[in-house]
């Protein structure tokens, strides 16, 4: 039998590749840090253990959606964005990915054109693809802070049938700050355009609030899980907010395709919502961990990043050094037991000059990583001293040449002495 002609375009996830590497590696006994998935290294919280281990002692462990989990998750749009979500709108699905998919087949049918960010999670053009509908990928650079934005909705010369967009983003980790939220969702009532807003990263921030699409577009699908800031990815738990219109049909296809997530994982999902300090501490690690390798990055001349706002994620370029980061990533991985994932995942035309960093890691570990990072990188070809020309992007994504602004302020300052020494001349006469 052939390959479906409509799903030959389907890519491989590259970032498995690496990490399938990895663990032969440590097999071998290398020792490798593992920093190509966003994957928490902590494991699910303290209390979520303690439920779960109760749970499996109570012994009812059937097909079950659990109605206190879709309550206590109801509650916390109220309490987290002051946005009305009714428990029948909460679909509990095994991780994001599902309840992505769930979202397309609700909302879309085959042939649906839904527009999407370049770079952007790999799964949204290539679940599209499976689905036989059509990713309109929308290129996103320094000058969008690698997001959509409204203007993309505004300008296309078709508007497309959907739109997902994703805040804190991965690969990049840039936030789309709440007024421009609200333009995008204004452009897409304007333009009749479906919005699936995939928030998995959503209270790992550093510089920029978080809101929910809801705040802007209650008709908007919402895609988050507990695998990212509940630290719970192998428990496969994830959920899809629904419009109010779309529930039978999404309820309809869930019943059919997914039937319901671990009953273990539903219960200890339900604790870990009363988590939220020891979670908070691992917030704070990621913080540390983010401005460690940003500032060891850029001591091996590696600086043009996309704004790291949240999620937990670097990705930067290596163009000085690669035009192939797929064979960059293994090499070193082979050499540092450094895994990470290539760009080419994220962005099939630009990607092969980007690598992504997680640095969901304990502080150690990433300390560690930037030891042997800062050890290997001035042995490759290609690589830039800290002291030559750099690349600064800010948290607004603006792009200068440093030994420039210096310039400019020197300048600036000289000026203003200068004035001084005039001002003071006409005071003395």
Known sequence: MNISSDTKG????????VSQLAHELRAQGASVIHMEFGQPSEGAPAGAIEAARGAMDGGDMGYWESMPLRQR??????????????????LLTCGASPALVLALLSAFDVGSRVMTARPGYVAYRNSLRALHMNPVEIACGEEDRFQINARHIRDAADAPDGLIVASPANPTGTIIPPAELADIAAACRERNVQIISDEIYHRLSYE????????????????????????????RLGWLICPQKFVAAARARAGNLLLT?????????????????????RVEVYRRNRTLLIETLAQLGITDIAPSDGAFYVYASIAHLTDDSLA????????????????????????????????????????????????????????????????????????????????????????????????AGMSAR
């Open 10 to 17: 389907i890519d491989p996830f590259r970032a498995i590749e």
């Open 73 to 90: 998750i109801a509650k916390h749009y109220q309490d987290e964005y002051d946005v009305d979500v009714q428990p029948q709108q909460v």
């Open 208 to 235: 920029i609030e978080t809101q929910s699409m809801l705040t802007h577009d209650p008709e908007s699908f919402i895609v988050n899980s507990f695998s990212k800031y509940y630290g719970m990815p192998g428990w």
């Open 261 to 281: 997530p671990p009953a273990l994982s539903q219960h200890a999902a339900l604790a870990a919502f009363d988590c939220t300090d020891e979670l908070d501490k």
């Open 328 to 423: 960059f990533c293994k090499k070193l991985l082979a050499e540092t037991g450094i895994a990470t994932a290539p760009g080419l995942d994220f962005d099939p035309e630009h990607g092969r000059r980007f690598i992504r960093f997680s640095y969901a890691v304990t502080t150690e570990m990433a300390a560690e990583a930037c030891d042997r990072l800062t050890k290997w990188m001035p042995q490759q070809a290609g690589y830039r001293a800290p002291g030559d020309k750099k690349i600064f992007m800010d948290e607004w994504g603006r792009s200068a040449d440093i030994l420039a602004m210096q310039d400019l302020r020197d300048g600036f300052l000289a000026g203003v002495s200068e004035a001084r020494d005039c001002l």
